[in-house]
């Protein structure tokens, strides 16, 4: 397996990822998701987010297919927080075929070493709180839970 850094070329590969997570994660926990959006927008996303310094996109590969992705990015300095830098996991998603490889763990590594490298001092992801197995994932990988986000839906 091997991660490396996503190019133009990786654009199609990029959105079928995107529109996975979003089917399996978003359109599972979430019906306020729209679930076509990476269909609509991912690839001119994506082309944005491989061109732009502060963000990094991840394609992991097993031969020569693409088997997952991950998207991150390093905020400015932040006053509130001592002038630090944070960073932080825009999403993540792993083929089932290739889950329980390490796949999404060296994904995640890599992503720690640009954070660093960036003068990050922290990494944060969020996970639906029902979404078990992400949570896991994250713990096993040092991870800890530091809020709660509550969401009240207005109706028309």
């Not at 089917?23 to 959006?37: C, I, K, L, N, T």
């Amino acid at each position: 397996m091997q991660v490396s850094v996503a190019v133009h070329a990786d654009l199609d590969e990029l959105v079928r990822l995107e529109s996975q997570l979003f089917r399996d994660d978003a359109g599972v926990h979430d019906p306020q998701v729209d679930v076509s959006w990476p269909t609509r927008h991912g690839r001119d996303d994506f082309a944005r987010l491989i061109d732009l310094d502060s963000a990094l996109v991840l394609v992991a590969r097993r031969e020569s297919v693409v088997a997952g992705h991950l998207v991150g990015y390093v905020t400015a300095p932040s006053a509130t927080r001592f002038g630090r830098r944070t960073a932080e996991i825009r999403s993540l998603y792993v083929d089932s075929a290739s889950r329980a490889g390490g796949v999404g763990q060296a994904l995640v590594g890599r992503f720690k070493a640009w954070a660093r490298a960036n003068d990050a001092t922290s990494i944060s992801v969020t996970s639906y709180v029902a979404n078990h197995g992400a949570r896991a994932f994250y713990a096993r990988l040092g991870f800890a839970e530091r809020s709660v986000v509550f969401q009240a839906v207005l109706e028309d």
